[in-house]
């Protein structure tokens, strides 16, 4: 018979079953307010709104729970300031993502009151990926969030590309996934645990790295195999560029930032926590991940004329940079990581809001030489995507420079010279195509002007986004103190 002593404590969980009691009010509401036409965008507002609302409820619970490590069901969910500054950040990318989707959804004729649904199921699962504490947690919100992502790409049903896109995310994805799985099953079979804090206890303990079985090895490469999928890292990044392309917009820009924020904080949390002990046996594979990243981003976007595919070798690029930090294996360096990922996440929001204003005569546009003559008929959003592209190439005082800085300034204080001179080098080579759209948007005539930018919601973001990233020089503190925090908990924990 249960007691009461044996409930668990659901406080640490709260923002997680707050989101999902909202999931399964919004599908009810939507169900019942679904009657066809005209009311089907209608419903499509309404859950929309709703769950912008829900999701900024949610940013407030989870700073309630900013306070010390909390832990709940049987060790496998765990809540401290690391897991609270990440999961901020997630709910605000979901936030954000849902808002740039708002007219987009009724122009392109899926405004369907599942869409924001698809959002909130897909920001639980990351939410669960970020506390987790054992391999069977982990796995259980990564395929929530994944599952959900499948079909988020494939949203736009009549257009060929999305359901491409979405077949091919799925069917690389369940590879991603059965790698990730059989990696996990082998730390279990070599250890007999699958729980973060007794496998970290395990390998930080009397025996030293010496006493590591080859099974664990080939586990922890599995599975960093499978998590190198999800933030799409080289060589696992074959999905990007295709998905970003073929997806809805406002798609793409949800795939850019929320999961791939959630991804990387659980790739440090798996490699520093279980497996910090074992930084020697896993550094060099993260070392080679990072530089391929880096390589590929910088080179591979040369030559592309589309911006939503540039924006994709781009975000595998970035993920090289993040990498770095996690290849330091210390406190400094996930500091770092954490700098750059709150940094990154307004970079990225502002771009697409940029590109979801490439419009000519009402439809879409996704060519870079599109963006010709911007400077004369858009001054203030040619102003803005001259912002954001300087700020993802690194040049100061846009933010972009602090979060490349204090990147490479870990790596240079782990003494990975190295690592640190070749970020700097792809850093440059990236810049290129980062200012050659600087160029053709002030120095390039245009044939025909693109549409005057109509949505109030996309001015917003681009503005709120643009004055974080023109400005963030003037008053860094909150960012670097938050994660200081959060990396210090991790450690700590």
């Not at 940079?321 to 700098?339: K, Q």
């Not at 204080?413 to 080098?425: R, S």
Request: hydrophobic content about 55%; proline content about 4%; glycine content about 10%.
């Amino acid at each position: 018979m249960t007691t009461l002593a044996d409930t668990p404590n659901i406080i640490p969980a709260l923002p997680e079953l707050f989101i999902a009691i909202i999931i399964m009010a919004l599908m009810m509401l939507g169900v019942f307010h679904k009657t066809g036409g005209n009311e089907d965008v209608k419903a499509s507002r309404l859950i929309s709104l709703l769950g912008v609302i829900s999701l900024l409820l949610a940013i407030l619970l989870v700073s309630a729970l900013s306070g010390g490590r909390l832990v709940t069901f049987a060790n496998m969910f765990v809540s401290d300031t690391y897991a609270v500054f990440c999961k901020v950040l997630v709910l605000t990318g979901s936030a954000l993502a849902i808002v740039l989707s708002f007219r987009f959804q009724e122009r392109h004729d899926m405004a369907r009151f599942e869409y924001p649904i698809l959002i909130l199921f897909a920001t639980l699962g990351m939410m669960m990926m970020i506390s987790a504490n054992d391999l069977i947690s982990l796995y259980v919100g990564l395929e929530l969030q994944s599952l959900s992502l499948y079909v988020i790409a494939a949203f736009q049903r009549d257009d060929t590309r999305s359901t491409e896109a979405g077949l091919k995310y799925f069917v690389l994805g369940a590879v991603a996934s059965g790698m990730l799985l059989y990696g996990a099953s082998l730390i279990y079979g070599f250890t007999g645990t699958t729980n973060f804090d007794q496998l970290g206890a395990l390998f930080n303990g009397h025996g030293g790295t010496s006493e590591v079985s080859i099974g664990v090895i080939f586990g922890i490469v599995f599975i960093l195999a499978g998590l190198a999928f999800k933030v799409s890292a080289v060589p696992f990044h074959m999905w990007t560029p295709d998905v970003y392309e073929g997806a809805p917009t406002p798609v793409t820009a949800f795939f850019s930032v929320a999961p791939k924020i959630a991804a990387l904080a659980l790739f440090i949390r798996v490699m520093v926590g279980p497996f910090g002990g074992l930084v020697e046996q896993w550094q060099q594979i993260v070392i080679f991940i990072s530089i391929a990243s880096m390589a590929l981003g910088a080179f591979a976007a040369i030559n592309q004329r589309n911006i939503k595919r540039l924006m994709a070798y781009s975000s595998i690029g970035h993920v090289g940079y993040a990498l770095i930090g996690l290849a330091v294996g210390g406190e400094a360096g996930v500091r770092s990581v954490l700098i750059y990922l709150a940094i990154y996440l307004f970079m990225n929001i502002g771009v697409f809001a940029c590109i979801l204003c490439m419009r000519r005569d009402g439809s879409m546009v996704e060519g870079i030489d599109d963006l010709a003559g911007m400077s004369k008929s858009h001054p203030m959003l040619a102003l803005a995507l001259a912002i954001f592209m300087f700020s993802m190439a690194g040049i100061p005082p846009f933010a972009g420079f602090f979060g490349k800085l204090y990147i490479f300034l870990g790596a240079i204080q782990a003494e990975l010279y190295g690592l640190a001179v070749l970020g700097v080098l792809t850093s440059v080579v990236g810049a290129f195509y980062y200012l050659r759209i600087v160029q053709i948007v002030y120095f390039e005539e245009a044939d025909e002007p693109l549409d005057k930018p109509s949505d109030p919601e996309l001015v917003f973001v681009i503005a709120a986004t643009g004055v974080f990233i023109a400005f963030f020089f003037a008053y860094p503190t909150p960012v670097l103190s938050a994660a200081a925090a959060a990396a210090a908990a991790l450690f700590a924990g």
